[in-house]
């Protein structure tokens, strides 16, 4: 226990060394939060994020180009070599924890980190986990993987869990801002992982009362929203049949100023998180005889989102007497949400995918991604949303970024033949009224306007 208590030293001092494992968008903006006090070494096994970071050019929309520049060499050094962090007083795990083709969890991330770690582990350094995951992942499988060094977490080593709180792409609330959970393995490695986060941060660091009750407020966060977006968008259909606008009785509701709170529908969620977080505790909880009906409906009515849009596509289509499989069809916007240029889980892909497997032909446009994957292959973005309209058939918007104002898009809108609009983020309030009289414009929760 003397060598674990030995840390709190070196935290004070400023001298502790802090190795990050995953340099994406939790492990680059921490990495660079704690060089601020600490030395900091990054790896990552992608040679080709390596190489971006040490020519100081950072492929996380978070991070400036001039902020890693600042930290590069003295404070921050990025590493493909696993041994380059053997000297490391803390390590902090933020690799991705996926879902595999059953969305089950896929832990694999976790396990081949602590694998490595083992092979150099020894007494007084300190294993932190970031990546969201189930409740009992850090005792149940972290640990043990860990102890087959010989050594005996808790007192040889520390372990605690941290969930990564990051938002990528919000200005106000950026990473060293938002309140920060830890759970250990006991009070002392409790301690020693809050005085470090303290040490970086400049707001409250909660203690949880262990390391499953810090992995769980994280699931719970991400359920929440999972949840109230799928009853977003469930009173969206419900109110489309209905002709009523559902993003206007969503924003009169939010004129209550108590037991209220606004969320918004949309063509499906994407990202790191919400697609894939209420899977991991619906996993959990069936090994405890539990079937979690209202979680696993959620996610199924999210799910039913980008179909739901591609319906709509096909609608509107046909009122005009053409088929999906000889229309070419644009789209704006492919990340998973309004400015950044992460596309992981994004629904975009399973809308492009349904045209296409439908024939139809799709051209895109984002001016945060240059692509995005889909069974069909790689679909490049096109270096303009004029470019991308360009003989279109009907334009998809799919994402709110801030450059697709609605007078750029009225000013797009009007360069498109008797054009079909698809709003999927009420970024047109009012339809097509003052833009053109000859289109036909679909919204997510709104109704018929033309």
């Keep these: 226990m003397v060598a674990l208590e030995d840390l709190l030293g070196k935290i004070s001092s400023g001298s502790a060394k802090v190795g990050i494992i995953g340099l994406g ?36 929309t978070d991070v400036k180009d001039s902020l890693l520049a600042e930290r590069l060499g003295e404070f921050f050094s990025p ?113 020693i992982v809050a005085k470090l986060y303290e040490s970086v941060l400049e707001v409250e660091v909660i203690k949880a009362r262990n390391c499953r009750t810090a992995e769980a407020s994280k699931i719970v966060e991400n359920i929440f929203r999972d949840v109230n977006i799928a009853l977003a968008n469930e009173l969206a259909l419900v109110f489309e049949k209905m002709d009523i606008d559902a993003w206007e009785v969503i924003k009169i509701a939010s004129t209550k100023p108590f037991g209220f709170m606004p969320f918004y529908p949309g063509p499906g969620v994407g990202g790191h998180c919400i697609p894939v977080d209420p899977y991991y505790l619906s996993y959990q909880a069936r090994k405890y ?22 319906n709509l596509l096909r609608n509107g289509l046909k009122q005009v007497n053409k088929e999906m499989a000889k229309a070419t069809i644009a789209i704006l916007g492919i990340t998973y949400k309004k400015d950044v240029n992460d596309t992981r889980e994004s629904p975009a892909r399973i809308v492009i995918e349904q045209i296409v497997s439908s024939g139809g032909n799709v051209k895109i446009f984002d001016p945060f991604a ?29 994402v709110d970024h801030s ?13 498109i033949k008797r054009p079909i609009i698809v ?8 339809g097509l009224e003052g833009i053109c009289e000859d289109g036909l414009y679909f919204g997510i929760g709104k109704p018929k306007l033309q």
């Design 25 to 60: 968008y939790v492990g680059l903006p921490l990495a660079m939060t704690m060089s601020r006090r600490f030395k900091v070494v990054g790896y990552d096994k992608s040679s080709e994020i390596i190489k971006s970071l040490s020519e100081g050019k950072s492929p996380v």
């Design 79 to 191: 590493s493909g070599n696993e041994q380059d962090l053997e000297d490391c007083d803390f390590l902090i795990i933020c690799v991705p924890t996926p879902l595999d083709t059953e969305k089950k969890p896929d832990l694999s991330y976790i396990k081949s980190a602590c694998n490595d770690i083992k092979e150099f582990l020894k007494k007084g350094q300190f294993i932190i986990l970031e990546s969201t995951t189930y409740p009992g992942t850090t005792e149940e499988v972290m640990v043990p993987l860990l102890e087959k060094s010989g050594l005996k977490a808790g007192t040889d080593f520390g372990v605690a869990y941290s969930p990564e709180r990051v938002d990528p792409g919000n200005k106000k609330y950026s990473i060293e801002k938002i309140p920060k959970v830890v759970g250990g393995v006991n009070e002392t490695c409790t301690e």
């Design 289 to 310: 005889d539990i079937i979690p009906r209202f979680i696993e409906l959620s996610g199924e009515i999210n799910d039913f989102m980008p179909v739901h849009v591609t």
């Design 370 to 398: 240059k692509e995005i994957e889909t069974k069909h292959g790689i679909i490049g973005s096109e270096s303009s949303a004029e470019d991308a309209v360009k003989d279109a058939d009907a334009l998809v918007i799919l």
């Design 403 to 415: 450059i697709f104002s609605k007078e750029m898009l009225s000013n797009l809108i009007k360069t």
């Design 423 to 430: 709003d999927c983020k009420n970024i047109l309030k009012d």
